[in-house]
């Protein structure tokens, strides 16, 4: 059981350079979401999803997409990187009520957008 | 709108004395659950206690525990005889409502640091 994995742990981009985080979880949890962390500040929600299909834009969606085609996998996809993007990305997972209790995160992705 | 606010950016402790940080939430949901997260300088997130906006007594996990004031909206979290170990940002999250679309959403942090 591998819990929350994320690929990759550290990566360069230059200024309009298009990238895809990866994200999976092994625990047939339905949802999932990405959370980027900026220096000193807490957790932002990017967007989020509640099953195969099915997807929502968080706090600060714009320059993100996701998709989610599998209930294991959810990949965020930067369209045209900015070095406003540079940031520290987290992906999560939790079951849905009454299993949401705890929400489980991965190690995170580094970013740095040049 | 849910919304969560932590106003305690920095606290010094001494070793081995209880520690609370503090939490409020808004929420016109009835039914929600607050989170506490500690997230140590090597960076990963570590869950450590859970409150339901309809459980009747508040949370404990070994010396962690959650004082839930529900008239009040706030959700702190207490830590008993603190340790070196508990130096860390903590957060507080919520999750509104019952619907399986229903997000969760982070404060702003405490950087917690335990002086020997």
């Known amino acids: 059981n591998a819990g929350v994995t994320q690929t990759p742990k550290f990566q360069v981009l230059k200024t309009g350079q298009s990238m895809t985080l990866q994200c999976a979880q092994d625990m047939n949890h339905e949802y999932m979401s990405w959370y980027r962390q900026d220096p000193g500040m807490g957790l932002r929600l990017i967007h989020y999803?509640?099953?195969?299909?099915?997807?929502d834009q968080g706090e600060v969606p714009n320059g993100y997409n996701v998709s989610r085609s599998t209930t294991e996998d959810f990949p965020l996809r930067l369209l045209s990187a900015a070095p406003s993007q540079t940031s520290v990305y987290f992906c999560?997972?939790?079951?849905?009520?009454?299993?949401?209790?705890?929400?489980?995160f991965g190690p995170g992705t580094r970013l740095t957008v040049l | 709108a849910q919304k969560i606010t932590q106003t305690q950016p920095g606290m010094f402790v001494q070793e081995k004395e209880a520690v609370t940080l503090d939490c409020t939430y808004d929420t016109s949901d009835p039914s929600y659950g607050l989170f506490w997260y500690k997230q140590p300088s090597s960076g990963e997130m570590i869950f450590l206690i859970y409150q339901g906006s309809y459980d009747q007594q508040n949370a404990t996990e070994g010396r962690y525990s959650l004082n839930f004031q529900k008239a009040r909206k706030s959700a702190n979290l207490v830590i008993s005889a603190s340790q070196l170990g508990d130096s860390a940002m903590y957060f507080c999250a919520m999750r509104e409502g019952r619907s399986s679309a229903s997000k969760i959403i982070f404060g702003s942090g405490t950087r917690l640091s335990i002086r020997p």
């Open positions: 999803s509640v099953g195969a299909g099915i997807t």
């Open positions: 999560a997972s939790s079951g849905v009520f009454p299993s949401y209790n705890e929400q489980f």
